[in-house]
């Protein structure tokens, strides 16, 4: 097999439907296949499980069904999707396996693509120490988003429920977590009694463009607090309640061939599985401590942002990151909104919803 073969091959592959693999066997043994949300997925056959031990944590092993003769067989699946390595990158990687002429030979290339694909996820997430600190940064960025999300879902509309979805942004490659219309909103979550949170560059601080293209008229950053909550009660809430409640919602007003609740679950499975950041713990309760929002435009807030950095020129912006930690009110003429209400109030009139009901 020729490379652009290979390309040509998996360039070629659609999304599959929820629930469903549609693999493309390349070799025997090895096949390719897209998520619902569009990742790119490698399975394999017949492999000793020793060749897999220092990727447990990143390679499912299970059992599968065909759907063309119905046969159950073993088989290992592995996301090949990374934030810094190139599809060019990973398809020599790959070719390189295909090539491979003996079974050891087969092995060790595999390990190096495994150890490859890895080591850019890691190198990316410079967020965490740790994949232990990484996962539970991405589990309390799910759950504040999440929680925001069933804040703006409580009264939409169902002219604007689709556009909601399509606005949270949190699992993909965008400097905000929503983009509601040419507004942005970072959501950061955090355990501690304060607002203090972690920006991976001034890209985050500042007004900039959408991924869309569009500039950003005003852009604010939520803070959530939450407490881990081991005696759950009715004010607590986990990944498993807040989702069910968000896709209860969306079938409740939105119109049935909308996909609203599709794209959700779209949306949802790239944090357990289309990025590869093991998002694990699902059935983990919290419960709310504060919510505050800020604008990013005030000049109250006292961060790090471009002009700052344009004192330092041998200092390379995109390496800059930072901790802040924020007062429960910046004081001065743009007003911190506090609670429930109030931030519920405010996005909800930012996405478009008390349009009314149509």
Known sequence: MIFEELEQRISSLVPSPVGVYRVDWIQEDIGFSLSTSGALLMFIRNLDPYVMVEFEDEVKEGMWKSTVDGKVFAAWRFSLESPTLPSIAVYALVLSI????????????????????????????????????????????????????????ASTTRATVVDLIQGWKGSERSSRDFELESTGIEVKTTLKPVSEHYFSGVHQIEIGHLSSGRFENEAFLLSIGLSESFVPDDNSFSIDSLSSEIIGHLEAIAPYDSGASELFLRKLESYFDGQGRGVRSSDRFFNLTFIRSYNMADSNLQVIRSATLEKYPMVVARSVKFVVRLPSDLGGNTRTLAGVGNVSTFFKEVAGGNDGVS
Not at 126 to 152: H, K, N, P, Q, T
């Open 98 to 153: 295909l090539r491979s002429r003996t079974r050891d030979e087969f092995k060790i290339r595999l390990k190096d693509l495994l150890r490859t694909v890895i080591m850019s996820r890691l190198g990316h997430d410079a967020e965490a120490d740790s994949d232990e600190e990484s996962r539970e940064s991405v589990l309390l960025g799910l759950i504040g988003e999440l929680f925001f999300l069933r804040m703006l879902l």
